[in-house]
């Protein structure tokens, strides 16, 4: 059996396994996924698992218990030898081993893209998984539970501070959840009230959501403004030291929660491997979603995803040409990736096949229907030409090759050549025990073509 490597277990990590599970029989192929967790996070609903409106349950989707036929590794891949089918995999606890593979699917997703900004690593939360929601949610409620018991002043003004870094998708939603979130939590506390607390978002672009077009994202500006929050366009942070945060433009004040979601970038594993990646350390992949470099395909290497730089073939535009990188994206290429494995593996089994027939009994027809399937593929794109037979002048779905007949001697023109093959043989009337109906008669008129 082929033995098939996952590498991530994200969305389309998750789905090409699903869909492989569904499309492959048992004997076909061996999936193997490895993700260095034991389940798939629905990444979109993280702002709401942090503003507290949806159990974190609810986001989740345990490996396991999804896929059944499937074989789940809770561990990371850390280093990739295409060249040698190999990929090591390195557990929590325990030593690393070598892993052999036949086809590799490369989804490790993306992680957050951090820079060189003082107090950031020790500040700011992310927001990528399920432990960084749920833990941006407790830093607000203890926040809030602690201010109740202050007087006015700056103690209780740094704690009622909300920053959120970044003003993409994931930053405005987690703003306005947070937001929304604060709003319930005043009304537990009578002491307090939405006037004391503080939300600011910065971006350092002079828009938010560039995945929309400006006209909205220039009403979501205003939206949140007259909501009393805070946008800071065409600003950068400079420092968080000890929550003490200090902007681009001068702006100075204190904030005990800062959310970094400031962009993303491929998964470090790409910088252990043989794989071609991209300027900016990401997976180069054609439409069919296989791996390509300077000189054509990659054999044996696919790749979906967040890792990937996936040609947009919409509208040519995306993010700089390709694709957005989405959940509603990896799902899709998560189920084009299985399609188009797939097929390659039939493909595979139906050459070794039609290769093993002949040399086992030469010039004897292939009875399996996929072969046929094969031939007649063949013949569609090159006429007079097959594909599924490496050898002999005879293919085994019982057509001769190109400029040869069942003998060895050389046919007179392409149509002859196929002229002994199973699909072009007329078949003979059917036989019926009572008279047939209108539709019967009419396909029994039908011509046949020889």
């Known amino acids: 059996m082929r ?42 609903f993280l702002p709401e698992v942090a503003a507290g409106s949806m159990d974190p349950r609810h986001a989740l989707v345990n490996h396991r218990r999804h896929l059944k036929r499937t074989k789940v590794v ?43 900004i003082p107090g950031v690593a020790d500040q700011a939360i992310g927001l990528k998984n399920i432990e960084e929601a749920v833990a941006i949610r407790d830093r607000m409620t203890d926040n809030f539970a602690k201010a109740s018991n202050l007087p006015a002043g700056p103690e209780r003004d740094r704690l009622l501070t909300t920053v959120v870094v970044g003003g993409g998708f994931a930053g405005v939603e987690v703003f306005g959840e947070l937001r929304s979130f ?27 959501m560039p995945e929309v077009s400006e006209r909205t994202a220039r009403w979501v500006v205003r939206n949140l403004e007259q909501r009393d929050a805070i946008v800071h366009l065409d600003t950068q942070l ?7 945060i200090e902007l681009s433009t001068g702006d ?24 071609p990646v991209e300027e900016r350390g990401r997976l180069r992949v054609q439409a069919d979603l296989r791996v390509i470099d300077d000189n054509g395909v990659v054999d044996d290497a696919w790749g ?28 899709r290429q998560g189920k084009l990736l299985a399609k188009n494995i797939v097929a390659v593996l039939r493909d595979e089994r139906t050459r070794e096949y039609c290769t093993a027939t002949w040399a086992r009994s030469p010039g004897s027809a292939c009875t399996r229907a996929s072969s046929r399937a094969a031939c007649s593929r063949s013949r569609a794109s ?11 002048s005879r293919c085994p779905c019982g057509s001769a090759r190109s400029g040869s007949s069942a ?34 008669e009419r396909r029994l008129l039908r011509p046949v073509s020889s």
Not at 252 to 275: K, Y
Not at 382 to 392: F, K, Q, V
Not at 423 to 438: E, H, K, M, N, T
């Open 182 to 208: 604060a709003s319930a939590l005043v009304g537990q506390y009578p002491q307090l009230t939405m006037a004391d607390t503080r939300f600011h978002l910065v971006e350092a672009m002079g828009r938010i």
């Open 3 to 44: 033995r098939i490597l996952i590498v991530g277990g994200g969305y389309a990590g998750f789905y090409t396994a699903k869909r492989l599970e569904k499309w492959l029989g048992r004997r076909e192929a061996e999936v193997t996924m490895v993700d260095p967790l034991p389940y798939m996070t629905y990444q979109p």
């Open 74 to 116: 809770t561990a990371r891949v850390s280093e990739i030898r295409h060249a040698d089918r190999q990929a090591t995999i390195t557990p929590a606890v325990g030593e690393p081993w070598d892993f052999e593979y036949d086809q590799i699917v490369v989804t490790a997703g993306a992680v957050s893209r951090t820079f060189p």
């Open 382 to 392: 090159s006429p007079g030409s097959c594909t599924a037979a490496t050898t002999g």
């Open 304 to 331: 979906a995803g967040d890792v990937c730089a996936v040609p947009d073939l919409i509208d040519g535009q995306g993010v700089q040409g390709f694709t957005v990188p989405n959940a509603q994206h990896a799902v």
């Open 407 to 440: 003998s060895g001697s050389s046919t007179s023109s392409p149509a002859a050549t196929w002229s002994a093959s199973p699909r072009a043989r007329p078949r003979a009337p059917r036989s019926w025990s009572s008279p047939p109906g209108p539709r019967a």
């Open 252 to 275: 100075n004040f204190e904030a005990d929660l800062v959310i970094w979601t400031a962009g993303v970038m491929a998964n470090p594993v790409l910088r252990n491997t043989d794989l």
């Open 238 to 244: 400079a420092s968080a030291v000890d929550g003490k």
